[in-house]
């Protein structure tokens, strides 16, 4: 039976959660008054609009409209998924998570999730194991042939799947379940026969791991004549390869503060620079370096160098990811560029050269601002109007994405060093005039009762001691007339509940969002007038409501003859709504 997470566990989890202390964590925030600002980390600004209430436990961006509790955070900034993030804040609590019992969800949840990491464990010990068999002698002396350690070995978890096509599935497809496991982890495939093969053979194993140490997906390199040389197991349900970079479970394990990392493109390059001593290099997973990789890169360092092949697959590779990092170019952040001689990779440059003189080549990188216009200006001619014209409609939009302020300013004075403008309002009008500021428009919320009250409920529970029982009432069939009960009820029976809280709540249902919307909306109500201004709205409710049922009984009474009770209700609330008194 699959489990589901308690919802008190939710609740309680995020009671012990300061998201204060969450957020800041990863990006800098400003106080000021009784908020915290920063500018957004989800969309680009100069300006700081995304705003954090610690009373509240709850942030809002005023650019993008990005809002939510410390999970939503969590989720969308550390790219996790809802139990993942779950399980990230309750290992910093020191918490085990607890579920409800016997309720069914589906295949996604925390219980299959475990299925998956526990086969990937079994089976990369699987591979280490097999790196000392007999059959495994190609694969002993490609890794003497590199000078791989027995400690870097293990340290890497690095093994090797054997010759034969069905190596994995014999040792580990025993039942129906752990068939559909192995391929819904892409170990396993079926070929047009419907035959099931293993995708591994004759290779040494590289486990990929994530920040906690799990083994979510593997990547095989060729000794002999395989092709293609590197193979990666595909996407899965715990594993997408934008977001991993292969090496940094291994930095972190042993290296709390990093000065810089250094992004390379193989998996034995990562090790090998290991084993000469450079501790501080990771790899992408056989694509491109993707956006979601560098803003993993600068979460653990303000100094990203990468390296490249110094032939024109190399440059472009390098101008890729320098177009994918603008966006995250922060102050204070630096990312520079190391290319490597014709014919050489970091493996074997630093067998050749040595541990000191690879480091040197790192002092050396290109910074990330002349790479990017010696880039652009080979690309036209400087001496004639013409390539300036063109060299400005190439630079501009790559300047105006970056965030930093300074960074900007540096960038802003390179170019009009290179186009001649030296005069700062000149230079101002020549960027605005290119610039195109992308304004996202904040919901437009109708003002009605209803809602202004479940607004000014949501970011004040304690409002709920103002609501008699209303019970009765959700049975009226009026617009958010159910769902603002339901909160009070909620806010009655927890006493200290947050707004990050009320909104958990509701997560999965369609009433997340505008409850989101409306916890967050600025309905214009100063503090010192919120709890007439609410009082007030309670009346005119049960106003609404009185109408509502008069309404409908006197609807009633046009088709048949009202039983005596309608007929007393009936009585009753023209009684009420002739005196305006609360029912």
Not at 72 to 84: P, S
Not at 324 to 341: A, E, I, N, T, V
Request: aromatic share 10%; glycine share 4%.
């Amino acid at each position: 039976m699959y489990r589901r997470i308690s919802q008190v566990f939710i609740n309680d989890l995020l009671a012990c959660t300061d998201i204060v202390h969450v957020i800041g964590n990863r990006i800098n925030l400003q106080k000021k008054g009784k908020n915290f600002y920063a500018c957004c980390p989800f969309h680009i600004e100069e300006h700081a609009s995304f705003v954090v209430n610690n009373e509240k436990q709850f942030y809002y961006c005023f650019g993008c409209g990005s809002r939510g509790n410390a999970i939503d955070f969590l989720m969308h900034y550390d790219r996790l998924n809802f139990i993942e993030t779950i399980e990230e804040l309750a290992i910093n609590h020191g918490l085990n998570i607890i579920y409800e019992k016997n309720i069914p969800t589906d295949i996604n949840d925390t219980f299959s999730r475990q299925s998956f990491y526990d086969l990937m464990k079994k089976i990369a010990t699987y591979y280490q194991y097999n790196l000392n068999q007999e059959l495994a002698i190609h694969a002993r002396k490609y890794i003497n042939s590199r000078g791989f350690t027995k400690e870097i070995t293990n340290d890497f978890m690095i093994g090797y799947a054997l010759p034969g096509w069905q190596n994995l599935i014999k040792h580990f497809a025993i039942s129906n379940k752990q068939i559909n496991l192995l391929m819904k982890l892409g170990m396993i495939v079926k070929n047009a026969q419907n035959k099931l093969y293993d995708i591994f053979r004759d290779r040494i194993i590289f486990p990929i791991r994530d920040k906690r140490g799990r083994i979510i997906s593997f990547g095989g390199r060729a000794i002999r004549n395989n092709i293609p040389k590197y193979l990666n197991s595909p996407d899965s349900e715990i594993f997408h390869k934008r977001y991993y970079l292969y090496g940094l479970y291994e930095i972190n394990k042993h290296h709390d503060k990093k000065n810089c990392l250094l992004l390379v493109e193989g998996y034995t390059d990562v090790v090998t620079l290991a084993q000469f001593g450079i501790h501080y290099s990771v790899a992408t997973l056989g694509t491109a370096t993707t956006g979601e990789q560098i803003q993993l890169l600068f979460r653990y360092t303000d100094t990203i160098i990468c390296c490249y092949d110094g032939d024109n697959a190399g440059y472009n590779a390098a101008w890729c990811t320098l177009k994918k990092s603008l966006s995250h170019m922060k102050d204070g952040r630096q990312m520079r560029f190391m290319f490597l001689p014709k014919g050489e990779d970091p493996d074997s440059l630093i067998r050749k050269e040595g541990k000191t003189a690879f480091e040197v080549r790192l002092k050396k990188a290109i910074p990330f601002c002349s790479f990017m216009f010696n880039r652009l200006i080979s690309q036209v001619d400087l001496n004639t109007v013409d390539g300036k014209a063109h060299f400005s409609m190439l630079a501009i939009p790559l300047i105006i994405k970056v965030p930093g302020s300074m960074m900007s300013i540096y960038l802003r004075q390179e170019f009009g060093k290179k186009v001649g403008i030296l005069n700062d309002s000149q230079l101002d009008k020549v960027i605005f005039l290119n610039k195109k500021i992308n304004n996202v428009i904040s919901p437009t919320i109708k003002h009605t009762t209803m809602r202004l009250l479940i607004a000014l409920l949501l970011q004040n529970p304690t409002l709920s001691r103002f609501v008699p029982n209303l019970e009765k009432l959700k049975k009226i069939n009026l617009c958010g007339l159910s769902l603002f009960i339901d909160i009070v009820k909620i806010c009655n029976e927890n006493p200290t509940s947050t707004t990050a809280q009320l909104i958990e709540i509701y997560r999965g249902t369609n009433f997340m969002r505008p409850l989101e919307i409306l916890a967050s909306w600025n309905h214009m109500v100063v503090d010192e007038a919120i709890e007439k201004v609410f009082q007030d709205a309670l009346t005119n409710l049960y106003d609404t409501v009185i109408k509502h049922r008069l309404e409908k009984l006197i609807a009633r009474s046009r088709i048949k003859i009202l039983s005596a009770k309608d007929k007393h209700e009936l009585w009753s609330l023209n009684q009420a709504l002739s005196k305006k008194i609360n029912i």
